[in-house]
């Protein structure tokens, strides 16, 4: 059955970005005069309460007053991590509420993807149910771009303890998952709302489409 309240959120900020060049973090880096995550965070706050940042402690996510949910295990294990540390925040901050008090959903998303839908939330929520519900745009499975059930995290613990692949569509194999198609967008190059910026050229193209340009 269909979630109808807001859930939480977890825009996920511990990448490096290492092809962009440079020591500032992938999600802290200028797009058209603020931080890429900034349109991240303005795409998702208006449906999602409280929002958390998957991200580092120490490294200029402070600035943007949210709480910041660093990684809890030793290594770069990626995105699971994050997301596991995301759900950890949310359970510790429904401590004492019922389930009918506190959100048992949290929404994820990428830290680098500055044109995501602003009904992203509704169209994850529309297929919710016990498993993880992630989005599809054009064909391809967008799992970065998911609704989560709090009741998974025991289940995501026990997979990072055991050593399993740290692949977020290997975790959703094992346990299962619904889908959520996602319509191409006006507001967004080739109409793709999960339009990511991983390279010096995919932020220029990022930038080019903001201001007006023709998207090529």
Do not use: C
């Not at 999600?27 to 603020?34: E, H, K, S, V």
């Not at 359970?91 to 830290?111: C, D, F, I, R, T």
């Amino acid at each position: 059955m269909a979630e109808s309240r807001n859930p939480a959120g977890l825009i996920l900020a511990g990448g490096r970005g290492s092809r962009m060049g440079g020591d500032t973090p992938k999600p802290l880096i200028d797009l058209a005069g603020r931080p890429l995550i900034s349109h991240v965070i303005d795409s998702v706050s208006a449906k999602v309460e409280p929002l958390i940042l998957a991200a580092p402690l120490g490294k200029g996510y402070e600035r943007f007053g949210l709480a910041l949910a660093p990684d809890r295990r030793p290594g770069l294990l990626g995105p699971l991590a994050g997301i596991e540390a995301g759900l950890w925040t949310l359970a510790e901050m429904g401590q004492g509420q019922s389930a009918e008090e506190g959100p048992q959903q949290l929404l994820v998303a990428p830290g680098d993807t500055p044109f995501l839908p602003h009904d992203l939330v509704p169209a994850l929520q529309s297929a919710a149910g016990d498993r993880p519900v992630i989005a599809r745009f054009a064909g391809r499975p967008q799992p970065a771009a998911s609704l989560w059930p709090l009741a998974v995290l025991a289940d995501l613990g026990r997979w990072l303890d055991d050593g399993r692949p740290l692949a977020i569509r290997a975790f959703l194999g094992a346990i299962g998952h619904r889908e959520a198609v996602i319509e191409p967008v006006p507001d967004a190059p080739d109409g793709d709302p999960f339009f990511n910026v991983n390279t010096p050229a995919d932020l220029a193209r990022a930038e080019a489409f903001l201001a007006g340009e023709a998207d090529d």
